[in-house]
């Protein structure tokens, strides 16, 4: 597991924007943290480092919203609005958590994830980050990290 302090917006979004750079296809970020602690602010850096010019907004209302025409396409989740893991799966949004073609980011992804497994998708393991974002003062925040599968 690995900790990170970051004292601003831009360096949380230079954090993603190296987890951008360094992903690879089939890649599944799933973001843990209270409302305001940073989550949108590091999908836009992933974005940023997947070569993503659009600007990336909250799919909050929408579910997921994907971008395109960059290194790889970013599958950007939010699940705010599901509660379980069977609603998760009425939505049709599996199937972007267990190998996507291109990189997946889920924000509030312990409602489909359970704390410390594994994942497992389509009987291999998927290579995943697991993700919290505390909130440690206004500008301040610390973001652990743990990586899991292939």
């Known amino acids: 597991m690995t900790t990170v302090i970051s004292h601003s917006p831009a360096k949380t979004e230079s954090f993603g924007e190296a987890w951008g750079r360094a992903a690879d296809s089939g890649f599944v970020i799933g973001l843990i943290g209270d409302l305001g602690a940073g989550k949108t602010q590091l999908v836009k850096g992933i974005a940023r480092g997947l070569g993503i010019a659009e600007r ?8 997921i919203h994907q971008y395109n025409g960059a290194r790889l396409p970013l599958f950007h989740h939010d699940l705010y609005q599901l509660d379980t893991r069977e609603q998760i799966m009425d939505a049709g949004l599996e199937e972007y958590f267990c190998r996507p073609q291109g990189v997946a980011v889920i924000e509030w992804a312990e409602r489909w994830f359970a704390r410390g497994s594994s994942v497992e998708g389509r009987g291999a393991k998927v290579a995943f980050r697991r993700v919290n974002i505390e909130v440690l003062s206004e500008t301040e925040r610390r973001i652990t990290y743990e990586d899991f599968g292939a």
Request: no cysteine; charged share 0%; proline share 12%.
């Open 56 to 63: 990336v907004h909250s799919p909050t209302f929408a579910l």
